[in-house]
């Protein structure tokens, strides 16, 4: 019998209908993704098998090594919270991280929606898909101030937090604007495309134990696919908590995917008798005291791991037991080891691992996989290495920290010399290594344009009010050119005759704010009537280097009070000392027990010296970090900011000679006046420093040279040297992923 429909019902059907078929087409896996089904009618694409992570395709499962890249959320002159990457931006990057041979890229938190559109329409036209790692970031600040991952504010937020990556992943969600976070309608779905869940961050260890201790009654956690072991502690109950309310919210979208938290060398379960710092060894997040039920997808650990932090990867010699064919100790690989035989049955993924290519050092360690001092091609070698020691001791995967470079970032020796820090993101610090783990150079807008190769012809291409020719007479001298940009002063000038670093050197005084050496040593007798804060040698090998006035010498000003070094000479404190100091960073604090097993001295290394070569990545001869070259008469150098003592040359602030409340603090500057000389080896004589009248040279009647403060920064991208490096080690490890080289 039929049955009269009011045409109410029939548009509410059809609107049923409609909506029915757009949520089919829009969660059912892309046409190029394979999938299988679990019981429960989810799909499944990968998953964990004993210690490996598996993908389906070809109607079967394969081992699946994990080649990836983080990729972070900025761009110079920007917070990551800003999230400025456009679309365009990220189709390019991607077709570069295929062509790397990368398989994967991580992502730390939720992104832009143009994002998750640009995976997707990428992976539709690609022969193979780019797989992603989504993570979910904690409320980080919170935690560490308050110690207690329990609290309402900090649980909810994180669920919350957790709510918004699973929609968005699936390109569902409209995210309100929210201070420092993604928001937007999202409405790719790029689940066919994800690898892994990957929650949290690095745990702080004092917030672990603190929760720990105050709520021993959480435990025995049993979620619908997530539960904790009797052994787990109740911050691994909440991370149980954490990755069940994530498991559970994904089964709505139709997929199941493998799971992981963050987890670093801190905080991993393992016992470090070497470890001098007993922050560095207190507590212990296992990923072995989790498990799953059924979640066919899987669950694995990962960790944070570096060659270089903590100490103990130099001190703890219950890590010699690995060595090299030359008898090296290799101490991140006998780590590597240790951590595999841990967590037995499930995989493990070093979800970050690399070396900077920055001059800044912060950290030493044994086979030079230092945190910084390296070139291009050495951080290539070095992050190579360490994924051959990743892939050979059966690790799930490795993925490189990171594409590409970012201003943002501080590191411990240098973040308080950096004032204001909120323009950090305005500049590039040369100095500071975490701004330079990139395998793409974000390069300050000079840096390219003027290739410092010794030949001026590339100054000559800018434009007239982008550089200043010095005015006045400068004996020796038949010119001198000025320029600058995000990371550094440029200087190029013609002498009257071919340089020769074994006959003399050359003499760059630097003043930028009342104060310092009028007199000194390599002045030769001379005064001057202003002082200088650092000083430019340009000489044989090792002379060239950047100095620094005694009593202008931040590092030995906050050092040898605070942490540990020796204090400076009472002489060497007084303003117009004569004595200038070789720039030095710090790379360890001196460490007294109860805070520490034993007692560690302080340590510091050169970070002045400046590398004759060429910055031309045409050229043979191209290192990265060249300073100066000279050809016949011609003399070209470039110096960063902190080492002349900036601490923000986006607004003109230098490191004034005091301090306020027992810290450093900057003053404005006007600029910059250089006063050259060249001395000569034979007698010591000077050229250049002269009155005229046989008083003080008159510093205070050069020219100086300034420049208006800057609020947006230009930058210019370019693959390292390091890129081809890592591309060939991908290319011999787990398969080949390698497509032709990027255009």
Same mark, same amino acid.
Do not use: C
């Given at each position: 019998?039929?049955?009269?429909?009011?045409?109410?019902?029939?548009?509410?059907?059809?609107?049923?209908?409609?909506?029915?078929?757009?949520?089919?087409w829009?969660?059912w896996?892309?046409?190029?993704?394979?999938?299988?089904q679990?019981?429960?009618?989810?799909?499944?694409?990968?998953?964990?098998?004993?210690?490996?992570?598996?993908?389906?395709?070809?109607?079967?499962?394969?081992?699946?090594?994990?080649?990836?890249?983080? %990729?972070?959320?900025?761009?110079?002159?920007?917070?990551p919270?800003?999230?400025?990457?456009?679309?365009?931006?990220?189709?390019? &990057?991607?077709?570069?991280?295929q062509?790397l041979?990368?398989?994967?890229?991580?992502v730390?938190t939720?992104?832009?929606?143009?994002?998750?559109q640009?995976?997707?329409? #990428?992976?539709?036209?690609?022969?193979?898909?780019?797989?992603?790692?989504?993570?979910?970031?904690?409320?980080?600040d !919170?935690?560490?101030?308050?110690?207690?991952?329990?609290?309402?504010?900090?649980?909810?937020?994180?669920?919350?937090?957790?709510? #918004?990556?699973?929609?968005?992943?699936?390109?569902?969600?409209?995210?309100?604007?929210?201070?420092?976070?993604?928001?937007?309608?999202?409405?790719y779905?790029?689940g066919?495309?994800?690898?892994?869940?990957?929650?949290?961050?690095? &745990?702080e260890?004092?917030?672990?134990?603190?929760?720990?201790?105050?709520?021993?009654?959480?435990?025995?956690?049993?979620?619908?696919?997530i539960?904790?072991?009797p052994?787990?502690?109740?911050?691994?109950?909440w991370?149980?908590?954490?990755?069940?309310?994530?498991?559970?919210?994904e089964t709505?979208y139709?997929?199941?995917?493998?799971?992981?938290?963050?987890?670093?060398?801190?905080?991993?379960?393992?016992?470090?008798?070497g470890?001098?710092?007993?922050?560095?060894?207190?507590?212990?997040?296992d990923?072995?005291?989790?498990?799953v039920?059924?979640?066919?997808?899987?669950?694995?650990?990962s960790?944070?791991?570096?060659?270089y932090?903590?100490?103990?990867?130099?001190?703890d010699?219950?890590?010699?037991?690995?060595?090299?064919?030359?008898?090296?100790?290799?101490?991140?690989r006998?780590?590597?080891?240790k951590?595999?035989?841990?967590?037995?049955?499930?995989?493990v993924?070093?979800?970050?691992?690399?070396?900077?290519?920055?001059?800044?050092?912060?950290?030493?360690?044994?086979?030079?996989?230092?945190?910084?001092?390296?070139?291009?091609?050495?951080?290539?070698?070095?992050?190579?290495?360490?994924?051959?020691?990743?892939?050979? !001791?059966?690790?799930?995967?490795?993925?490189?920290?990171?594409?590409?470079? !970012?201003?943002?970032?501080?590191?411990w020796n240098?973040?308080?010399?950096?004032?204001?820090?909120?323009?950090?993101?305005?500049?590039?610090?040369?100095?500071?290594?975490?701004?330079?783990f990139?395998l793409v150079?974000?390069?300050?807008?000079?840096?390219?344009?003027l290739?410092?190769?010794?030949?001026?012809?590339?100054?000559?291409?800018?434009?007239?009010?982008?550089?200043?020719?010095?005015?006045?007479? #400068?004996p020796g001298?038949k010119?001198?050119?000025?320029?600058?940009?995000?990371?550094?002063v440029y200087?190029?000038g013609?002498?009257e005759?071919?340089?020769d670093?074994?006959?003399?050197k050359?003499?760059?005084?630097?003043?930028?704010?009342?104060?310092?050496?009028?007199?000194?040593?390599?002045?030769?007798?001379?005064?001057?009537?202003?002082?200088? !804060?650092?000083?430019?040698?340009?000489?044989k090998?090792?002379?060239?280097?950047?100095?620094?006035?005694?009593?202008?010498?931040?590092?030995?000003?906050?050092?040898?009070?605070?942490y540990?070094m020796?204090?400076?000479?009472?002489?060497?404190?007084?303003?117009?000392?004569g004595?200038?100091?070789?720039w030095?960073?710090?790379?360890?604090?001196?460490?007294?027990?109860p805070?520490?097993?034993?007692?560690?001295?302080?340590?510091?290394?050169?970070?002045g010296?400046?590398?004759?070569?060429?910055?031309?990545?045409?050229?043979k001869e191209?290192?990265?970090?060249?300073? &100066?070259?000279?050809?016949g008469s011609?003399?070209?150098?470039?110096?960063?900011?902190?080492?002349?003592?900036?601490?923000?040359?986006?607004?003109?602030?230098?490191?004034?000679?005091?301090?306020?409340d027992?810290?450093?603090y900057? %003053?404005?500057?006007?600029?910059?006046?250089?006063?050259?000389?060249?001395?000569?080896?034979?007698?010591?004589?000077?050229?250049?420093?002269?009155?005229?009248?046989?008083?003080?040279?008159?510093v205070?009647?050069?020219?100086?040279?300034?420049?208006?403060? &800057?609020?947006?920064?230009?930058?210019?991208?370019?693959?390292?040297?390091?890129?081809?490096?890592v591309?060939?080690?991908?290319?011999h490890?787990?398969?080949?992923?390698?497509?032709?080289?990027?255009?």
């Amino acid at each position: 019998m039929m049955r009269n429909t009011s045409p109410a019902a029939w548009l509410l059907r059809l609107v049923v209908i409609g909506a029915a078929v757009l949520l089919v087409w829009h969660y059912w896996p892309a046409p190029k993704v394979e999938s299988v089904q679990s019981a429960d009618g989810s799909h499944i694409k990968f998953r964990t098998q004993d210690d490996r992570i598996e993908i389906y395709e070809n109607n079967g499962w394969t081992p699946f090594f994990v080649k990836g890249v983080n %990729v972070g959320a900025a761009l110079p002159g920007h917070d990551p919270g800003e999230l400025p990457i456009p679309k365009e931006t990220y189709l390019d &990057w991607f077709k570069k991280i295929q062509a790397l041979g990368a398989n994967t890229i991580r992502v730390y938190t939720i992104l832009s929606p143009a994002f998750y559109q640009a995976l997707v329409e #990428y992976n539709e036209r690609a022969e193979k898909p780019l797989y992603f790692i989504q993570g979910v970031w904690t409320p980080e600040d !919170e935690l560490i101030e308050k110690k207690d991952a329990y609290l309402s504010e900090i649980y909810g937020e994180f669920l919350t937090e957790i709510s #918004y990556a699973v929609s968005a992943v699936y390109g569902a969600a409209d995210i309100p604007q929210r201070f420092g976070k993604a928001s937007g309608a999202y409405r790719y779905n790029a689940g066919p495309y994800l690898l892994a869940w990957h929650i949290g961050t690095e &745990w702080e260890p004092r917030m672990v134990k603190n929760t720990n201790e105050i709520h021993k009654d959480k435990t025995g956690f049993k979620g619908s696919y997530i539960f904790a072991k009797p052994q787990a502690s109740p911050f691994e109950n909440w991370l149980a908590e954490m990755l069940d309310h994530l498991a559970v919210l994904e089964t709505q979208y139709g997929w199941k995917h493998p799971l992981t938290f963050t987890n670093w060398v801190t905080t991993d379960p393992l016992e470090h008798p070497g470890e001098i710092l007993i922050t560095e060894d207190m507590i212990g997040v296992d990923a072995m005291h989790l498990g799953v039920n059924g979640w066919p997808a899987g669950y694995f650990a990962s960790y944070h791991a570096y060659p270089y932090y903590p100490d103990f990867f130099r001190l703890d010699e219950t890590l010699h037991d690995v060595k090299e064919a030359d008898g090296t100790p290799n101490t991140y690989r006998s780590y590597l080891r240790k951590l595999k035989e841990h967590h037995q049955g499930i995989p493990v993924m070093i979800t970050e691992f690399g070396v900077p290519s920055s001059l800044g050092v912060a950290h030493l360690t044994g086979m030079n996989r230092n945190q910084g001092g390296h070139n291009e091609a050495e951080q290539g070698r070095i992050n190579a290495s360490l994924l051959s020691d990743i892939s050979n !001791e059966g690790m799930a995967g490795g993925i490189v920290f990171s594409w590409q470079d !970012e201003w943002f970032k501080r590191t411990w020796n240098t973040m308080h010399f950096e004032i204001p820090q909120n323009r950090r993101k305005l500049w590039h610090n040369v100095l500071t290594n975490e701004q330079h783990f990139g395998l793409v150079a974000m390069l300050s807008g000079k840096d390219g344009l003027l290739k410092i190769d010794g030949d001026d012809a590339d100054w000559k291409a800018l434009k007239k009010e982008d550089k200043k020719q010095l005015e006045g007479s #400068y004996p020796g001298w038949k010119s001198l050119t000025m320029t600058h940009d995000e990371a550094y002063v440029y200087i190029t000038g013609e002498l009257e005759r071919p340089f020769d670093p074994e006959r003399e050197k050359l003499y760059f005084g630097v003043d930028i704010t009342p104060g310092g050496n009028k007199h000194g040593e390599a002045l030769g007798g001379r005064k001057l009537d202003e002082g200088l !804060e650092t000083l430019i040698v340009l000489g044989k090998g090792d002379e060239s280097e950047v100095q620094i006035a005694a009593n202008y010498d931040f590092h030995t000003r906050l050092y040898g009070k605070q942490y540990g070094m020796i204090p400076p000479k009472p002489e060497d404190e007084k303003d117009d000392s004569g004595v200038f100091h070789p720039w030095k960073l710090a790379v360890g604090l001196e460490m007294i027990p109860p805070d520490t097993k034993k007692y560690s001295p302080f340590e510091d290394v050169p970070a002045g010296k400046l590398l004759r070569g060429t910055t031309d990545p045409a050229s043979k001869e191209f290192n990265s970090l060249a300073m &100066w070259q000279a050809k016949g008469s011609k003399v070209e150098l470039r110096v960063p900011w902190m080492l002349l003592g900036f601490t923000d040359p986006s607004s003109l602030q230098v490191m004034s000679y005091g301090e306020k409340d027992g810290k450093l603090y900057a %003053v404005p500057s006007q600029g910059i006046r250089l006063v050259p000389w060249i001395a000569q080896r034979s007698d010591g004589s000077v050229q250049g420093l002269d009155s005229g009248n046989g008083g003080a040279y008159p510093v205070t009647s050069l020219p100086l040279y300034s420049w208006p403060a &800057w609020n947006q920064s230009v930058y210019t991208e370019r693959l390292k040297q390091s890129y081809p490096l890592v591309q060939e080690a991908f290319r011999h490890i787990g398969g080949s992923d390698t497509t032709k080289n990027p255009s």
